[in-house]
């Protein structure tokens, strides 16, 4: 049977200052839906063709060219606008947010996003009954947008991670995060038919919460959700001022993985999207002669992780084990799609199961990795943890991550000694 095709998708995380630092907006899906059913994710859905109508281009405060610049993709410039559409459309049909301006707002400083239509209530009556005409397909979003006289406010939408449901799924979407400000006078009136429920949640307390088993996350969003979770020292204070990364601009090697043999037994692997982010560096390893164990493959990019695969045979061996050295998003985003790949499980340090809504198995300090032909024993934090890498393992991580699981590994006699490296410009 061939694998159904990802189609294009766009999600967006709304964000609001909140008592304890940034919040994002949860939606739960209807058990019904025949994808992700109950799931907590963020607004978002599939990639219209009618998010490329002329009319919507012409509302959008970014042209295709600054879209597909800021995308940072080989796409037409009109295909990368749509995705940015397609971002705010959604929002709207799920929660009833607009970010949008009115339309005589020309200026190319962001104007203050607003839910769009007046805040009495004919106008509220007027904004629910353009909701339930879209809905019914009896009108267009351009239509919507004409009719409330808004320019949508697509400069205000950062793109921070791409994530493509692996093979296997009856359903596949190739989706763009996006994150942006949500309006600060904008409830959220959720479609019933999309949303049975609604949580603003800091990112920290939201993996706390699927943590606890309070509420269940699809992978994506809980990787993307470990990627935010340093905005949670906002406070009160205006959300932080996200902008796309600087270099995106054309990106075109964002699917290549580069790989170095650094010593017999040990490659390194360089990724071009750590934890979902284009353009963001991430690194890992494959340890082994014959029978390798894949340390830290934290690209998810279907492309990147059949290249890994393709690396081990090319050295002559197989992958017989999965190990990540700290439990987040950019050492761990790839390495359960390569497990299902591969028929394998994923090993992590004590303390990281649970934090990533994926099976993991722990291993104990001192216990050594199952799998490969070059034994390797896991390090975990402690008095003087760590002592054979010279960085002690009980001092929180020098970039700022999680410190959820995280562990080194040595192995070969003291030779291999590898831990947890920070993506470039992680939190």
Not at 24 to 42: D, E, I, Q, S, W
Not at 53 to 70: F, G, I, K, M
Not at 304 to 329: C, K
Request: with cysteine; hydrophobic share 45%.
């Amino acid at each position: 049977m061939r694998a159904a095709q990802p189609r294009d998708a766009a999600t967006v995380v709304l964000l609001r200052p909140g008592p304890a630092g940034a919040e994002v907006l949860l939606t739960r899906r209807p058990a019904t839906m025949a994808f992700a059913p109950g799931v907590h994710v963020f607004p978002g859905g599939r990639v219209e063709p009618g998010d490329a109508d002329r009319r919507l281009v012409h509302r959008s405060r970014l042209t295709p060219d600054e879209a597909r610049r800021r995308l940072g993709e080989p796409l037409t410039p009109e295909a990368a606008l749509a995705f940015y559409i397609a971002a705010l459309r959604e929002a709207f049909e799920e929660v009833g947010i607009l970010i949008a301006v009115p339309e005589s707002d020309h200026g190319r400083e962001p104007g203050g996003a607003f839910r769009a239509g007046p805040g009495d209530g004919a106008g509220r009556a007027e904004l629910a009954r353009l909701r339930a005409a879209l809905a019914a397909g009896t009108i267009d979003f351009a239509d919507v947008c004409e009719r409330l006289a808004v320019r949508l406010a697509t400069d205000l939408l950062v793109p921070i991670a791409r994530w493509v449901t692996p093979v296997g799924f009856a359903r596949r979407f190739d989706a763009r995060f996006f994150a942006a400000p949500a309006p600060s006078s904008a409830p959220v009136i959720a479609d019933p038919n999309e949303v049975v429920a609604h949580r603003w949640l800091t990112p920290g307390a939201a993996l706390a919460a699927m943590h606890a088993r309070e509420l269940e996350l699809w992978l994506p969003t809980a990787c993307t959700l470990g990627l935010l979770e340093g905005l949670e020292g906002t406070g009160q204070e205006a959300l932080p001022g996200l902008r796309p990364p600087a270099g995106r601009a054309d990106r075109r090697a964002t699917d290549r993985l580069a790989i170095e043999r650094l010593a017999p037994g040990l490659v390194r692997l360089d990724f071009p999207a750590a934890g979902g982010v284009p353009g963001r560096p991430g690194r890992g390893y494959l340890v082994g002669r014959r029978e390798l164990v894949a340390v830290d493959p934290g690209d998810p990019t279907p492309v990147v992780l059949a290249a890994i695969e393709r690396s081990a045979r090319d050295l002559g061996g197989r992958i017989g084990a999965i190990v990540v050295t700290r439990v987040d998003a950019t050492h761990a985003a790839g390495a359960f799609d390569l497990g299902q790949r591969l028929g394998l499980a994923v090993h992590c340090g004590p303390g990281g199961a649970g934090w990533l809504p994926v099976p993991l198995v722990e291993l104990a300090d001192g216990e050594a990795v199952p799998g490969g032909d070059l034994p390797l024993r896991v390090v975990a934090p402690g008095p003087g943890g760590g002592p054979e890498r010279g960085v002690p393992l009980d001092r929180p991580p020098a970039d700022g991550g999680s410190d959820r699981g995280r562990i080194a590994l040595v192995g070969d006699g003291g030779r291999i000694r590898l831990a947890a490296e920070p993506a470039a410009g992680e939190r």
